[in-house]
């Protein structure tokens, strides 16, 4: 064990072994403690540290032996649990810097899953060979696979059901709760478990992938036609990397919790294990066991959501992103971060591969592509025979929907209806596409015009009928819906305006009552295994017309439904959003691309108020490269991202007058600097959120300056007010 002290021969100065500690606190810099006599100390352990009269823990990132002439507060502790590599705590460190992050706070999340005790034993169902009252499709499946003892999750998984399933099975005695025994054991990935057949062009993109893989750092654009195979192909990258280094690990980022379910059951398919899954949704024993496993190298293979990418990475050989055009990857809560970009400084620092699928690319990936800072491999056509959906356009204008027989606003206009009929006769699937949650979007007074909102927010209530309640789906508030307007006290004057899915599944039970209608968003599949059942249940037709939310518009394989109706396409394309056009492309391109995914041909409609629109016409005509040069042009000439730089920042306080004054002083200390232009401060479009004022700032810079270094400077230049919280955004995606 190396000394903590030492003396120097020639001039006895004594010499403290110092460590420099990222304290778990938002702290602005790592602080240094003494090393205490007999303790082993390397960077990257867990350590427990005095601060001022607390007791803290925190992460070592450096070790020094040096003369100090004051007394240093000594390491109280180290805890047992498996230090941090040293790459992934320089990329967690870095990530805290570019998202302009006290370092500490972004390393508690990064930490989190620690906080929960290891856990010693875990719970399992398993049958009893009781009869169950009832018998079902989904229950039957669950009784043929509870042959041995497995967890909830798992078995509701492989079940391919709700866990509502499995608890209901259990409550009726058909299955019993069991203990299972602790077992540490993580089965390894197998490369050659079950290699994919790819076709021509499959072989051709995987064969340019074994060559950018060869150069160490590789960003790989994977750009292929919805239904082309990128997953396949990549896969087989997994499998290259695996077999080529049995110390490499993988990560395969997704964007969507359902997605998620669809592509484990890929991967185990290829593989021939169960892989370590990391989202939300996983229990906090499962999080901190998925965690250890990364840290200490025994997890090889990860698929997950963004914040899987600061798992604690002992060797990363490959990202992969799917769907990378996806904003599900921009956090928007907390520390705002777009794991897009971070997996790619990832990747450079591992010395690895990242490879960003997708049918429709971001366009900053496009243009890093066009200019060859990306390898730019595509893939022009759908697997085997599929071809492409026919697209048309429906002009609402002179299609506008009628009314129903109780004289209530319809939706769906008749060419829809009608090829909806001829879909149905030749038993095929439907999917009505209509990117809003709930019932209706909006609840007014028709007495005194009063829009219901969330109490100390400017935010609409949504009404969810299914539920009678109205719900806030920025705070998460809810409350029945009133037979009183809370404003004029008329009653019963409070009306529904404009649809949701709630709405449309309505309107299909009315038009078609013979078909199986059944609506696909968060609302429904509120986690993985009732996200897993639904899918298993469109795949099995035991669903005709699937109502569905952007939870279902991507990288899932319905091989039956051959229709797909997107009920607003215009939807995507109000607000001040500078990305809204792109975002409404990428989104009714993909879910279009549902339809027509194997033998059977495919068609889409958009119903549009405006199809003269460069997003309508695109899609159409199913010319993306229009579409991202009109685009492209767009953003250039305003210097907006990818051709610029952006940052917000969000002030919030509870009292007004102090938000504005301490605002208008903020405005005083912009730092005036050549490519860097400040707006605000403003009001945000939502100035009340939960009882809290907010006003922003958008700072705008040319690429080659620094946003982070200009931000941090400004504003170091004031004191803020401890009553006013501050978010800065880097490369913000909503604008709200």
């Known amino acids: 064990m190396t000394p903590v002290t030492e003396y120097l021969a020639d001039s006895r100065e004594k010499l403290t072994l110092t460590a420099k500690v990222v304290v778990l606190a938002p702290v602005p810099e790592a602080l240094d403690y003494a090393v205490p006599d007999g303790m082993d100390i390397a960077i990257g352990d867990h350590v427990v540290v005095p601060l001022g009269h607390a007791k803290v823990r925190g992460l070592v990132i450096g070790l020094i032996r040096e003369a100090i002439d004051f007394p240093l507060k000594p390491i109280l ?16 460190l870095w990530a805290a810097n570019w998202t302009v992050t006290p370092p500490g706070t972004f390393l508690n999340g990064c930490l989190r899953a620690l ?4 856990a010693q034993v875990r ?20 009784i043929e696979t509870a042959i041995l003892p497995m967890g909830l999750g798992e078995l509701a998984l492989a079940a391919g059901v709700s866990e509502g399933v499995v608890t209901g099975l259990a409550k009726e005695g058909v299955l019993e709760k069991v203990a299972l025994p602790f077992d540490d054991r993580i089965p390894q990935p197998d490369p050659d478990f079950a290699p994919a057949r790819l076709n021509p062009s499959q072989s051709a993109a995987h064969q340019l992938l074994q060559m950018e893989m060869a150069k160490g750092f590789a960003p790989v654009l994977l750009d292929g036609v919805t239904g082309s195979g990128k997953t396949e192909v990549y896969l087989e990258s997994v499998a290259d990397v695996l077999r080529a280094d049995p110390a490499a690990q993988v990560l395969i980022l997704l964007p969507e919790i359902a997605l998620t379910q669809a592509v484990l059951g890929r991967l185990k398919a290829r593989f021939g294990v169960e892989v370590a899954q990391w989202h939300a949704n996983i229990g906090n024993s499962s999080r901190r066991r998925i965690w250890e496993g990364v840290a200490t190298g025994k997890i090889r293979l990860v698929v997950g959501a963004r914040s899987a990418l600061f798992l604690p990475y002992v060797r990363l050989g490959l990202i992969v992103i799917d769907e990378e055009h996806d904003s599900s990857y921009k956090q928007e809560e907390g520390v705002r971060y777009h794991a897009r970009d971070l997996a790619v400084f990832r990747a450079r620092m591992d010395g690895a591969m990242v490879v960003m699928a997708s049918a429709t690319p971001s366009l900053e990936t496009l243009t890093n592509a066009e200019k060859e800072r990306y390898t730019w491999i595509r893939l022009e056509k759908r697997h085997g025979t599929a071809v492409l959906p026919d697209i048309e356009l429906i002009d609402m204008k002179a299609h506008a929907p009628g009314k129903g027989q109780k004289n209530e606003q319809m939706w769906l206009s008749d060419i829809l209806v009608a090829e909806v009929w001829e879909t149905l006769k030749r038993r095929e699937q439907v999917l009505l596409f209509l990117n809003r949650r709930g019932y209706a979007p909006l609840v007014l007074c028709k007495a005194c015009g009063e829009k219901m909102s969330a109490p100390n927010t400017d935010s609409w209530l949504v009404e969810h009928r299914s539920s009678g309640r109205l719900v806030c789906h920025l705070t998460g508030f809810s409350m029945r819906k009133p037979k009183i307007c809370p404003h004029c006290k008329a009653v019963d004057s409070l009306v529904s305006v404009g649809p949701g899915v709630e709405r449309i599944l309505e309107e299909v039970q009315s038009r078609f009552p013979d078909a199986r209608a059944e609506v696909f968003s968060s609302d429904t599949v509120p986690d993985a295994a009732s996200s897993a059942a639904l899918i298993r249940r469109i795949e099995d037709h035991d669903i005709d017309i699937v109502i569905a939310t952007q939870a279902a518009a991507k990288g899932h394989n319905f091989p039956n439904l051959t229709l797909v109706g997107i009920v607003d396409a215009d939807l995507g394309l109000k607000g001040g959003d500078l990305r809204a056009a792109e975002r409404t492309f990428q989104l009714l391109q993909q879910a279009t691309g549902r339809a027509g995914r194997s033998v059977k041909p495919g068609k889409a409609l958009l119903q549009t108020y405006t199809p003269e629109h460069p997003v309508m016409q695109a899609l159409a005509h199913q010319d993306r490269e229009a579409f991202y040069a009109y685009e492209g042009m767009s953003r250039e000439m305003a210097g907006f991202p990818p051709y610029g730089r952006l940052a917000a920042l969000i002030l919030q306080a509870k009292d007004q007058k102090l938000l504005d004054r301490f605002s208008r002083e903020l405005a005083l200390f912009i730092p005036n600097t050549d490519g860097i232009d400040v707006y605000g401060p403003a009001d945000a479009p939502l100035a009340l959120v939960r009882g809290q004022w907010r006003k922003r700032f958008l700072v705008r810079a040319d690429r080659n300056r620094d946003l982070q270094g200009f931000v941090n400077h400004w504003l170091a230049a004031i ?12 490369e913000p995606y909503s604008f709200l």
């Open 77 to 92: 502790s180290k805890p047992d649990d498996p230090p941090v590599p040293e790459n992934s705590l320089h990329f967690w």
């Open 115 to 118: 906080k929960v005790a290891r």
């Open 123 to 142: 719970l399992g169902y398993v049958r009893t060979g009781i009869e169950p009252a009832r018998i079902t499709k989904a229950r039957e499946r669950v």
């Open 719 to 730: 004191k803020r007010p401890n009553a006013i919280r501050l978010i800065v955004d880097i």
